[in-house]
């Protein structure tokens, strides 16, 4: 149980263009979602706290009008990178607490832009 | 100020070594604190929580850690380590400031296990 899931798994766009990522928890529902961003060797930055049926809730510094989520339904939760540049070329993760404080991983989306 | 820290970047240990990742915390109240495993290119895999009782924790794939609330630490351990162990472990918190609606990590720390 408890499995989420991220599609695509990798992605390459041109500058300038935009990117969907989607969010799916496949066998629970998940109020709340997150997203992360991993640059190469280093930890998880939370870019995002997704509530179903309600507005993202950003991290300091991180642009919500470049990054847009929502959350429609208690299984989907999509990150939509806009207008996207090289600088936003990275791992983004995302994941659902679970019962009892744990969170569960997607298993991430390597974004490319060129 | 960091809430978790992991103060090695790497852990070289020989298979069938027992293995320890350090972790410290710096909140104040109750923490609940946690253990993940990356495997290069994928998402983070569960392995362990404290969130009250017994300070000792049993996870996955044989690993265990212990809540020291005096030393503030949480490292994570296996008495035999293998070499599939080798991975990145991230140590994690959620702070009771922040209403425990947050996961703050660690740096995180690389595992290698050597045949």
């Known amino acids: 149980g408890a499995v989420v899931s991220q599609h695509p798994s990798r992605v390459i766009c041109k500058s300038g263009t935009s990117v969907k990522i989607e969010c799916r928890s496949l066998?629970?529902?998940?109020?709340?979602m997150f997203w992360y961003r991993q640059f190469p060797k280093q930890s998880l930055m939370l870019m995002a706290t997704s509530n179903e049926g309600s507005k993202a809730t950003y991290e300091q510094g991180v642009e919500k009008d470049k990054f847009l989520i929502n959350h429609a339904s208690l299984t989907l939760s999509t990150l939509t990178v806009t207008s996207a540049h090289p600088e936003d070329s990275s791992f983004y993760i995302c994941?659902?607490?679970?019962?009892?404080?744990?969170?569960?991983f997607g298993p991430g989306t390597r974004l490319t832009v060129t | 100020a960091q809430s978790v820290a992991q103060p090695e970047d790497q852990v070289n240990v020989a298979e069938g070594n027992p293995l320890t990742v350090k972790c410290t915390y710096s909140v104040s109240g109750n923490p609940y604190l946690f253990w993940y495993v990356q495997y290069p290119n994928r998402g983070l895999q569960f392995l362990l929580k404290y969130i009250t009782g017994d300070n000792l924790v049993k996870g996955s794939y044989g690993f265990e850690a212990e809540f020291n609330k005096s030393q503030t630490s949480f490292h994570l351990k296996k008495p035999s380590a293998l070499v599939s162990d080798s991975a990145l472990y991230f140590c994690a918190v959620r702070d009771p400031y922040s209403g425990y609606s947050t996961l703050t990590f660690g740096k995180g720390t690389m595992l290698l296990v050597s045949p």
């Open positions: 994941s659902a607490d679970g019962q009892q404080y744990e969170q569960y």
């Open positions: 066998d629970f529902q998940a109020t709340t």
